[in-house]
């Protein structure tokens, strides 16, 4: 798989520009690659926000969503589920199903009939705020944080690791389970990652290591956050000898509540540093470039 390229008149009129800025780049070099750099990774992220969302078959969808591809049929059939786009004979769902089912699940679970359900998503659909009113915009855009598990036939396993010493080396470390005539897969969304890593050059062995070096990292952060939340509000929760249901609920939610806000808070770190590494890797490497230049030109 060639890496992703982004439009190469833009970048090179991006880089040309930053050479002709001699004047520029000897009042303040630093400032003039940076700007360059900024420039340069505008334009990838205007590229990674014009990347169609996922699409799925109904089996796909039904795994996606945790609802069996009969109910799926029998939403269709009752309205709740607006229907698929087709390709032939084959049914193609996105995102905005698999957020329609999160949807319809939530609700049911809560106690609303089929009627219901229908009633309040047309209402919702027709400008009425009811998103709030049921907590469901996290259904409505569900983060993708969750690299749940999935069962996949053997053929499914050889086209996500590509080859055989790459199936076995994900067996070898836990990622992949095979039984009999299927497989557990771990982390497919990982595994997903990987491929597309190794279309870029990486091998194998260098995607395991360093996702045992960045498991490692995140233990102990996990850990850090853990041990500091128990350390300063433990004892609201935990020093009770004989709790109540109602405390081991609290405390159960105040966890979970705890955990969502160390998710966010982490991802949102780690996407700040990934944009301060990937900008200071790319200066430095326009400025050791524009020096070469310079030197074989003088």
């Known amino acids: ?10 970048v090179d009129n991006v880089l040309e520009s930053l050479r002709r800025g001699q004047r520029q780049l000897a009042r303040d ?23 169609e969302g996922r699409t799925y078959r109904i089996d796909d969808l039904a795994r996606a969503s945790n609802v069996t591809v009969r109910n799926i049929r029998a939403y269709q059939e009752r309205g709740l589920l607006h229907p698929p786009r087709r390709e032939g004979r084959v049914a193609i769902f996105d995102d905005s199903h698999l957020s329609r089912l999160k949807i319809i699940s939530s609700m049911l679970e809560r106690g609303y009939t089929s009627g219901h359900i229908t009633e309040m998503l047309n209402a919702w659909e027709g400008g009425n705020d009811l998103a709030d009113v049921l907590g469901l915009e996290k259904a409505l855009v569900p983060p993708r944080l969750e690299d749940a598990p999935a ?75 853990v041990n500091e939340a128990v350390r300063q509000v433990g004892e609201t929760f935990l020093g009770a000898t004989d709790p109540t249901s109602a405390e081991v ?14 998710m966010n808070s982490v991802i949102g770190t780690l996407a700040e540093s990934m944009e301060r590494t990937i900008e200071d890797l790319l200066t430095d490497y326009l400025s050791q470039v524009l020096a070469t230049e310079n030197v074989d030109a003088g």
């Open 1 to 10: 798989m060639a890496a992703p390229s982004l439009n190469l008149r833009a």
């Open 29 to 51: 070099p630093k400032g003039a690659v940076d700007a360059a750099v900024r420039q340069l990774l505008s334009l990838g992220r205007g590229r990674e926000a014009h990347v």
């Open 151 to 225: 069962t996949m036939t053997l053929a499914e396993v050889r086209e996500l690791t590509i080859d055989k010493d790459s199936l076995q080396r994900y067996i070898d470390v836990g990622l992949v389970e095979i039984k009999g005539a299927k497989a557990l897969v771990k982390r497919p969304e990982l595994l997903r990652a990987f491929a597309e890593m190794r279309g870029f050059g990486m091998p194998t062995e260098a995607l395991v290591k360093l996702h045992s070096e960045v498991s490692m990292a995140v233990d102990n952060i996990a850990r850090a956050l």
């Open 249 to 262: 609920g609290e405390l159960v939610g105040t966890l979970t509540r705890f955990r969502e806000l160390a």
